[in-house]
């Protein structure tokens, strides 16, 4: 692999990081506005599905991480 394909593969793996680490940020303070409203069991589904993407999107995170390491 040339340098500059090297550089645009490592750029484009930051990237994602940056919208990944993004969203899961967005993702947190979702589940803890909904978790704080007067009846937190009337969001019960939305705040599973927050906390499932939470760790798939963890699980994307150190993916990229690796990724990065070997190229």
Do not use: F, W
Not at 28 to 37: D, G, I, N, P, R
Not at 42 to 58: D, F, M, N, P, W
Request: net charge positive.
């Amino acid at each position: 692999m040339c340098d500059s394909s090297k550089e645009s593969s490592i750029e484009g793996l930051a990237e994602a990081r940056r919208q990944i680490d993004s969203i899961v940020h967005k993702l947190e303070k979702t589940v803890h506005t909904l978790e704080s409203k007067g009846e937190p069991q009337r969001y019960r589904s939305q705040i599973t599905l927050a906390h499932r993407r939470i760790k798939a999107l963890t699980i994307a995170l150190g993916l990229i991480e690796k990724e990065m390491k070997n190229i």
